[in-house]
């Protein structure tokens, strides 16, 4: 499972939670990504939105890009990532499947558009509460 969201701190920090499923799940992906051809190479893996009072389903559609950037819609969250933040993010999920847990939790910072500073996305281990939010 993959569930991400917006805040609570900041709306411009996205925390994206994975359990072991959701990060094999965003590493196939990556990997698919990395080794495509193309530069407009993408994959899409479904999640779980959440919402300040409910959650929804969504997709996160992962894509090759010459800058780190973050597009949001409601049903859906887009990163457009630079080679080395795929490159990041491949040892980042590996680590967490190595070892149950990302530490530290950062991950990299997105230009979003309409946003005056970066978005500071997140990566951390699915939580709990945070499933039982999501409907698991």
Known sequence: MIVYRF???????????????GAEAMLAALKALATAG??????????????????ASARIVLARSAQDAVFKSDASLRLAMADETVDYALIKLREFLAGGDFSPAEFAAFVREGRKYDTQVYFCALDPATAARAGA
Do not use: C, N
Request: proline residues 3%.
């Open 7 to 21: 805040g609570p701190q900041s709306a411009d920090e996205l925390t994206l939670y994975f359990d072991l499923v």
């Open 38 to 55: 193309q530069d407009d190479a993408s994959e899409d893996l479904h999640a779980t939105r959440l919402h300040e009072a409910s959650a």
